[in-house]
């Protein structure tokens, strides 16, 4: 029941969704080593933030270039802080499938991410390691607008505290208002399992902004 419970938690947090957001950057473009279209253009640093209802996340991303080998690496850190009082760190390392200089409609990011929390209520600690990743699909061939999935699991062997496991899943639309500015909407599905319950720290429609620079 538990598992069928949370297929539908997961099928419920894919919604429709639509939005509003703010802000002016600047954008380093990096250049690609493809003759045949526009460069490709890739984030140095930006910073990304949402609200909703009852939540807000702020994060830091990086994007880590290996040069020659072709590849790159995401790293991102944050923080989210709901009504209730719970607040999470999170970090991020995820890694492009395919060469990352090519231009692509559907993109995929596979690597991990990081939890330590505090429950305000239950004034319990968790710990864990969340493997999954991300699938961003581009409308159009100028990659303004794009849909993004992603999704995290820290089974109960990479969980630490009061917790047997965590579940982290995002639906995202975004569209570029001006250069280096995206704006988006969102629906996020974000549960812990505690030892004394299952605990839904996000469970709500948010907008916010990413600015690189």
Known sequence: MRKQRKALRF??????ILAIGVAEAQQNP????RSDGPDLTALDH???AYISDDALQAQYIRVMDFGRVGNS???RGGFFYNEDGDLIINGDILAPLGN???RRQLEVRVGARAYGAFIAIENQDVFGLGLGGEVEYYFGRDRRTS???SFYYAPDIMTFGQSDDINDITLRLQTRIREGTDVFVGFRVFEIDLDVGDREVDDNMHVGFRRSF
């Open 11 to 16: 099928l419920y947090g894919l919604l429709p």
């Open 100 to 102: 990352p200089t090519t």
């Open 147 to 149: 849909a993004k999935l």
């Open 30 to 33: 990096r250049q690609s080593n």
């Open 46 to 48: 930006a910073l990304e």
């Open 73 to 75: 690496l995401d790293v």
